[in-house]
């Protein structure tokens, strides 16, 4: 039996009389109609030109209710964070949408007077200060929020370029934000709704899963950001590219390539003809 169909069929029914077999999915029909011929604890009936099921034996209903959703009150349940609340309906905190409400991401300031702030409640993050205190700081974000900065914002996809800021072009001040591998949606509608920094610079490793991350954020933030193509990259690339990271990679550079702004061009058709994908700690290496 489907007990993920038969927890949600249960629960439509819980405190109702009856209701039309149309309001449950082919699914949950499926799921109701086994437990029926099981246990008895709920029937289906002919009414009118339709079926419509009814709880028959409440003590049996509410037994097999518990034992798939334990539940809590209305009132407590509006309280509990998202993942408690999907304990309680199905005893598994990832059923349905388990991400949370919120993101925090880890920022680092290049350069002394880097500054966040949030001129709705009028309160600012001394990133810079931080920074060269702590090593590095972070914000709980949400879409809503008003923070934003007057320097550019990069996003990198590898610690190593987090750690260490030398690879960063002259004279640079602005924020870092590691991101670990994929861009998370959070992170994306955070920056999709409204200007956060003066520019948004985008460092992701030269291979499918990075570009197909620039090809979402493009989508979103349009010129407003940016894919950094790191010097003598095609050199760095025909010398330290990696065939393998590229057949890996493949199925997302394949559906990324089309979505990318013209001036990639010359690095996707240089990935295609070599079978190269290039990591971003290349930038340390040399080049010609």
């Known amino acids: 039996m489907d007990e993920r169909a038969l927890r949600a069929a249960l629960l439509k029914l819980l405190g109702k009389e009856a209701l039309p077999a149309s309001q449950f999915t082919a699914a949950q029909r499926r799921a109701l109609d086994l437990f029926a011929y099981r ?20 003590h049996v209903f509410d037994t097999h209710l518990a034992a798939l959703s334990p539940q809590v009150p209305i009132t407590e349940e509006e309280r509990l964070p998202r993942r408690a609340r999907h304990i309680a309906h199905a005893r598994d905190s990832k059923a349905c949408s ?14 002394v007077e880097v500054e966040w702030r949030d001129e709705v409640r009028r309160v600012a993050l001394p990133l810079g200060q931080l ?56 992170l994306l509608d955070w920056l999709a709704n409204r200007p956060r920094a003066s520019r948004v610079m985008h460092f992701p490793d030269y291979d499918g899963v990075g570009l197909a991350n620039f090809a979402r954020l493009h989508a979103l933030l349009g010129e407003s950001c940016e894919c950094w193509l790191m010097p003598d990259w095609s050199a760095r690339l025909a010398r330290y590219g990696s065939n393998r990271l590229w057949r890996d990679t493949l199925r997302d550079f394949t559906g990324a390539a089309s979505r990318l702004p013209g001036y990639l061009a010359p690095l996707t058709h240089q990935m295609r003809q070599s079978g190269l994908a290039l990591e971003q700690e290349a930038v340390w290496l040399p080049g010609q």
Not at 39 to 58: K, N
Not at 98 to 104: A, K, P, V
Not at 148 to 164: C, H, I
């Open 98 to 111: 388990h991400q949370h409400d919120y993101y925090y991401p880890m920022l680092k300031a290049v350069g």
């Open 39 to 58: 246990t008895g604890g709920v029937i289906c009936q002919r009414q009118g030109r339709g079926d419509v099921y009814r709880v028959s034996d409440p």
């Open 131 to 186: 920074t060269r205190d702590f090593g590095a700081a972070s914000l709980r974000i949400e879409a809503g929020d008003a923070w934003l900065t007057d320097q550019v914002l990069w996003l990198v996809e590898n610690q190593a370029l987090f750690d260490r800021t030398d690879w960063l072009p002259p004279g640079t001040v602005a924020t870092l934000l590691y991101y670990g591998g994929q861009l998370d949606g959070r």
